[in-house]
């Protein structure tokens, strides 16, 4: 993780841009903070309220499989340098905003649309070694992997469209692989999709109050420049 925090930051100094431009910076992460907490919040209620009216009690409460001190511990590594913050600046703050700049087209929306697709698309071939020397995932099954990292892709690729913030997208992706609420998630059908179009409907009102957060592209000449709307 540490190579590819580097080796990204590295990429970006040589192409004129910094790790700010593209959404890693002090004055976005309290923002991020906060946008995180509403989330956290809001689904801890959704999956509590639902597990107290239909009587299933029993599911609430936190519980793993390690002392409850590594709790957080984990759960913060998982947000930040183990998975969430690092695969999200490399992925959607250059990878996607790298994308972007290679179309080129008049429609802001079609390349917005290809950086996401593109971003989410490297996104899971980038999983492929992960599947197969972690997992034990036969080769035939690569496909899979793609397409199973595809979805969760275009969602942080949407959240960071949206906000510009590589720290609010890399705690929504964390959150993704850590799940840290007071029930058990399995619990609650279909909670993934609840949270992450919970996390995109927070993204929204997130771009509505900073009104600055507007898309940074990299560009192909090693120029950094605002797209337009």
């Not at 580097?6 to 910094?18: A, F, M």
């Not at 705690?171 to 609650?188: E, I, K, L, M």
Request: proline content about 6%; aromatic content about 12%.
């Amino acid at each position: 993780m540490l190579i590819l925090i580097l080796g990204t930051w590295g990429v970006l100094r040589y192409e004129g841009v910094s790790a700010s431009a593209v959404g890693l910076s002090r004055s976005t992460f309290l923002p991020a903070v906060v946008a995180f907490g509403v989330l956290w919040g809001w689904v801890s209620i959704v999956g509590v309220g639902y597990l107290v009216v239909t009587g299933a009690t029993a599911q609430l409460g936190f519980a793993f499989d390690m002392p409850w001190y590594w709790v957080p511990i984990w759960f913060l590594l998982t947000l930040t340098v183990s998975n969430g913050l690092t695969e999200e600046f490399v992925f959607r703050g250059y990878v996607q905003n790298k994308c972007t700049a290679l179309v080129s087209s008049r429609s802001h929306g079609l390349s917005a649309t290809v950086g996401i697709l593109g971003g989410a698309v490297l996104f899971g071939v980038a999983h492929i070694p992960i599947g197969l020397l972690l997992e034990g995932v036969p080769p035939t099954a690569i496909p899979l992997i793609i397409l199973g990292n595809l979805i969760p892709g275009i969602t942080y690729g949407v959240i960071y469209y949206l906000t510009q913030n590589v720290w609010y997208a890399g705690f929504v992706h964390g959150f993704g692989n850590a799940t840290v609420v007071p029930f058990d998630p399995s619990a609650v059908p279909s909670f993934v999709p609840v949270a992450a179009v919970s996390g995109i409907l927070i993204a929204l009102g997130y771009r509505h109050m900073r009104r600055d957060a507007r898309p940074v592209t990299i560009d192909i000449q090693r120029q950094p420049s605002k797209s337009t709307e």
